[in-house]
């Protein structure tokens, strides 16, 4: 689809926009509160600063997707692909990341208040200076690689399951997870 078409489509009412591909689309800045992109391919698309508000990602592919300064409060990414993806400076509070892959992703500055990763998959990724206020990270399929440089508001008890199950050196920063977390050595 077309992104022309996507945006014309959403002015006019609609808001399934399942199964959609829109790889490498330009939608910066876009209003799209409310959207369902359900199982949509958004791969390398342009969304910086885009309104995703109470968005519809479950299953969605967002691999190297551009969602620096994107709002995305209660935005709903369960089961998604958003390895390399850019989240830097996003409000991804309220959002749900269940089972998502964040391989290599990138929330620096991240407001991820109340964020629900469970499940998810932090392979890589980086959460320097993000704001986890009540985010909940449990069960995690991994937790290796992960920065957490300078995480703001990181409940104790959260920051304890981490250092039973984070490991290893993000591939850029060269920092070690479990003393970007303060775990005992």
Not at 2 to 12: C, G, K, P, T
Not at 33 to 59: C, E, F, M, Q, V
Request: some cysteine.
């Amino acid at each position: 689809m077309e992104v022309a078409q996507l945006l014309d489509l959403y002015r006019q009412g609609h808001r399934n926009f399942s199964n959609v591909d829109i790889s490498n689309g330009l939608l910066r800045s876009v209003n799209l509160i409310g959207i369902d992109l359900r199982g949509a391919t958004l791969n390398k698309a342009d969304l910086s600063s885009a309104n995703l508000i109470d968005a519809n990602l479950t299953g969605a592919n967002l691999i190297e997707t551009n969602l620096r300064g994107a709002m995305l409060r209660g935005a709903n990414f369960a089961d998604a692909d958003l390895s390399w993806a850019n989240l830097t400076w996003s409000n991804s509070s309220n959002s749900r990341f269940v089972r998502s892959n964040l391989s290599v992703a990138n929330f620096s500055g991240a407001n991820l208040i109340e964020a629900d990763f469970t499940g998810a998959i932090l392979k890589g990724a980086n959460l320097r200076g993000t704001n986890l206020r009540g985010a909940m990270l449990k069960n995690l399929r991994t937790c290796a690689d992960t920065d957490f440089t300078g995480v703001r508001n990181l409940d104790e008890r959260m920051r304890l399951y981490l250092c039973t199950v984070a490991s290893g050196t993000h591939p850029f920063t060269k920092n070690d997870s479990r003393q970007t977390l303060g775990c005992p050595i």
